[in-house]
């Protein structure tokens, strides 16, 4: 039970961003030097964060990347889910394929237990509180 | 952020286990057709749970599995670390592979409170608790 790398890679890249003063936008290689990743697979973190609507992408010679949104109004809850899908610890959730067994399963209960305890620790953090630490 | 085919079935095999009459062996063809699952699946996780000392197997005419101790005294977290593993939810965790960003990263305690989170739902539950409701 793991978050993937792309998550990981994903949240440094938004604290990066979010560290930035308004305004800012950042190069591809810039948030791959940052976040100590490579540019490939930066450049796909990006994608991936532009399509979720969390990243703006500038073309140009003044382009570059900037948050959408205000880093108050984005927690690590939409990071993981904008890059690892809706959260769903077994295939017994609501988000999972489904199991018959589920309504009279006593484990059931408690795996959604789990994953709400989950969800509600990576949705109570903003992604502000965590650029507040790092370097502008 | 899954739990493994492997760590389900095996709640499974033991809420089987444990709403069992004290004192009564079931067989790997039992448990699988009840856990509804293969034999062949169902006999590989009863091996790693015998291997965890969940579990205890008895040879012979009479013999069989059953749970190695009191079903109040197992959570769902002794049977999920047993198949899976310590929760390790991201590389950065005390179980991970570690990395050199921990100690300034402000991701880091958002994880390990998360996974703190999930240890203490999964920890808080008692395999006796989830075979309460199940048929013996």
């Known amino acids: 039970m793991r978050i993937t790398r792309t998550a990981d890679y994903g949240v440094r890249v938004m604290t990066r961003l979010a560290a930035a003063p308004t305004g800012t936008r950042m190069t591809v290689a810039e948030l791959a030097q940052e976040s100590q990743s490579t540019v490939a697979f930066t450049g796909k973190i990006l994608q991936r964060l532009v399509g979720a609507r969390l990243v703006v992408s500038h073309r140009g010679f003044e382009g570059g990347f900037e ?3 205000p880093a108050d109004s984005i927690t690590l809850l939409d990071i993981v889910t904008a890059l690892d899908g809706k959260l ?3 295939e ?3 988000e999972g394929a489904g199991c018959d067994r ?3 399963c006593a484990a059931h209960r408690v795996w959604l237990k789990a994953q709400e305890a989950l969800a ?3 949705g109570a953090e ?3 509180q965590m650029a507040a630490g790092q370097p502008g």
């Open 92 to 94: 017994c959730m609501p």
């Open 88 to 90: 769903c610890i077994n």
């Open 120 to 122: 509600q620790v990576l």
């Open 67 to 69: 948050l959408a949104r």
């Open 126 to 128: 903003s992604l502000a």
């Open 102 to 104: 589920a309504p009279t």
